[in-house]
């Protein structure tokens, strides 16, 4: 593939886990065990393909809302994959981000992000963002609140500024598995000329043919940012125009006295 066809930076949401689980009469945290295999088969994919940011959707500010069993068993998959993970993501050049608002999380999980962003902070092969306790409206609305409380102005760029994946460029591909057709409060700010893909596979059987799937239809699609596309502005090269407006006969001139 060609690098100009690769997305610099791809998210993903991760959907499916559950259906996954239950599809095998499974409790539902042993699919999001198989999601964490998953996401490290993608980021390792990532790395070698040479994406060169990947952000992922871990945890969402609404999922507090799911049965306590499972909450409290995400928050201890995370301690648990950080542990294991990190080892191997170092010597990987990864370097880990955790977005989302902390403040609420408990001291020793708090203590574990942090550790794993120091310990990867020298690296630059990969960005690998997790967001966790996330949501593209919560990062909106604390940009805006930051801005207000410095006494600044609210534009574009200094909202974007403020966002808590400001350290990274906008998505070129959104990857969202399990069939779903929506973005779940994710990268909502950052997601405006972000190219969507949608795949019916549960988020545990996303492999590397999969996310080879996902990157060639990226490398079909024409990104326009609004723009016309090469095709359509180099029918409308200005000479060509002249020729145009040219060619089309004059109404004939009313004679005045
Ligand atoms: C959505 O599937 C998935 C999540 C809410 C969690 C995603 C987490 C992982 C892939 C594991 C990695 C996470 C950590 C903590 C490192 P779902 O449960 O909504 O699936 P369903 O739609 O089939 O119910």
């Known amino acids: 593939?060609?690098?100009?066809?690769?997305?610099?930076?791809?998210?993903?949401?991760?959907?499916?886990?559950?259906?996954?689980?239950?599809?095998?009469?499974?409790?539902?945290?042993?699919?999001?065990?198989?999601?964490?295999?998953?996401?490290?088969?993608c980021v390792r994919y990532c790395g070698e393909r040479g994406v060169r940011v990947l952000t992922v959707?871990?945890?969402?500010?609404?999922?507090?809302?799911?049965?306590?069993?499972?909450?409290?068993?995400?928050?201890?998959?995370?301690?648990?994959?950080?542990?294991?993970?990190?080892?191997?993501?170092?010597?990987?050049?990864?370097?880990?981000?955790?977005?989302?608002?902390?403040?609420?999380?408990?001291?020793?999980?708090?203590?574990?992000?942090?550790?794993?962003e120091a310990q990867t902070a020298h690296n630059d092969r990969l960005v690998f963002n997790i967001c966790f306790n996330y949501g593209g409206r919560w990062d909106i609305a604390q940009a805006a609140a930051r801005l207000a409380a410095r006494g600044e102005p609210i534009t574009e760029a200094s909202l974007h500024a403020a966002t808590a994946l400001a350290h990274v460029g906008d998505p070129d591909l959104l990857i969202r598995t399990g069939g779903e057709m929506r973005l779940s409060n994710f990268v909502l700010w950052q997601s405006a000329y972000t190219e969507l893909y949608f795949s019916e596979r549960l988020w545990p059987d996303f492999d590397v043919a999969a996310m080879d799937a996902a990157l060639a239809e990226y490398a079909r699609r024409e990104r326009r940012f609004g723009r016309v596309s090469d095709q359509d502005a180099e029918r409308a090269t200005p000479s060509r125009l002249a020729v145009a407006v040219q060619a089309v006969p004059e109404p004939p001139r009313q004679k005045f006295a």
């Open 57 to 116: 959707f871990a945890f969402s500010s609404e999922n507090w809302n799911r049965p306590a069993e499972e909450v409290s068993g995400l928050m201890d998959l995370l301690v648990l994959a950080i542990a294991r993970e990190i080892p191997p993501l170092v010597a990987e050049g990864v370097r880990i981000h955790f977005v989302g608002d902390r403040s609420v999380l408990g001291e020793r999980l708090q203590a574990s992000l942090a550790q794993a």
């Open 1 to 41: 593939m060609q690098p100009a066809t690769l997305p610099h930076h791809v998210a993903i949401v991760m959907d499916g886990n559950g259906r996954w689980a239950t599809q095998r009469f499974l409790p539902r945290i042993a699919g999001h065990k198989k999601g964490v295999d998953a996401l490290r088969t």
